[in-house]
Nanobody
């Protein structure tokens, strides 16, 4: 029943911007930490950014610090990733993840959305 539906990916030139969205349903969105991961061809999936459920604190992988911003709107059950100053090395499939740490830890995943940065 849990769904994470991503949107906003596409083709953009180096230096451009995109905003990814991920809409959650079937769970109490505000209770979950939300993250964006990405996976490029031939590479392992890597954590890009996380925003916590409690205080909304954020964290980023070093390669995107200062360029990407993760945010959430609990009223809309949506998490966003604003991506600025995009580089070709940002090209990847971006995945939305929801995590609840309780009596067991559960990860929910979106289907992924393609981001291509190319001139």
């Amino acid at each position: 029943q849990v769904q994470l539906v991503e949107s906003g990916g596409g083709l953009v030139q180096p230096g451009g911007s995109l905003r990814l969205s991920c809409a959650g349903s079937g769970f109490t969105f505000s209770s979950y930490a939300m993250s964006w991961y990405r996976q490029a061809p031939g590479k392992e999936r890597e954590l890009v950014a996380t925003i916590t459920s409690a205080d909304g604190s954020t964290s980023y992988t070093d390669s995107v610090k200062g360029r990407f911003t993760i945010s959430r709107d609990n009223a809309k059950n949506t998490v966003y990733l604003q991506m600025n100053s995009l580089k070709p090395e940002d090209t990847a499939v971006y995945f939305c993840n929801a995590l609840l740490k309780g009596w067991y830890n559960r990860d929910y995943w979106g289907q992924g959305t393609q981001v291509t940065v190319s001139s």
